[in-house]
């Protein structure tokens, strides 16, 4: 593990693929929060109150809130994908500081509030996405995610399979060095 500093919040990278270079990971990462304190400056300032830093690492998903830590997950692989803009990292991180919010204000809501917690992550993407001169991306993936059902929006995860898959990739991406 190594811990970082960007943007002043504490950051901890966890990179377990000898494929993925740490400083780029960080660069995309930074690019990211400078689009967030850039375009919704509001909502920047609230992750300062409301998250305690990140941690990048291999997860089964683009990023996660843990609540005890008060820690922003943005997951490896999905932060250094080129695929991925700098406005999707954004969008996921503001997702995620928005469960933090929630937290924040209202305690770990019970299950049956998920769906309308992830609609305000949904929502909170969507504004990032209006804001942002090419955030269309971001527009279009949390509008689709807006129009879900409950049981869409917010899915039971199966998170051994999860971890089951994500090994089974890293295990790959090892045996193609």
């Avoid at 270079?21 to 375009?39: F, K, P």
């Avoid at 998920?114 to 991306?137: H, I, K, Y």
Wanted: glycine share 4%; aromatic share 6%.
């Amino acid at each position: 593990m190594e811990r970082y500093t960007i943007c002043d919040f504490p950051v901890r990278v966890i990179n377990t693929r000898p494929d993925i270079d740490t400083a780029q990971v960080l660069e995309r990462l930074s690019r990211a929060l400078d689009l967030i304190a850039t375009h919704v400056p509001r909502r920047f300032r609230r992750m300062r109150q409301d998250l305690a830093g990140f941690v990048i690492q291999r997860f089964p998903c683009r990023g996660a809130f843990f609540p005890l830590e008060r820690e922003c997950l943005v997951e490896l692989t999905f932060t250094v994908n080129p695929q991925h803009t700098a406005a999707e990292i954004a969008a996921s991180i503001v997702h995620e500081a928005t469960h933090a919010r929630v937290a924040q204000m209202c305690g770990v809501l019970p299950p049956d509030q998920r769906p309308r917690e992830e609609r305000l992550c949904r929502a909170a993407e969507l504004e990032l996405g209006l804001a942002l001169p090419n955030g269309q991306v971001v527009v279009e993936r949390a509008r689709s995610a807006l129009r879900m059902a409950d049981q869409e929006v917010a899915p039971a995860v199966d998170w051994d399979e999860g971890a089951r898959r994500v090994a089974a990739a890293d295990a790959k991406a090892r045996r193609h060095l």
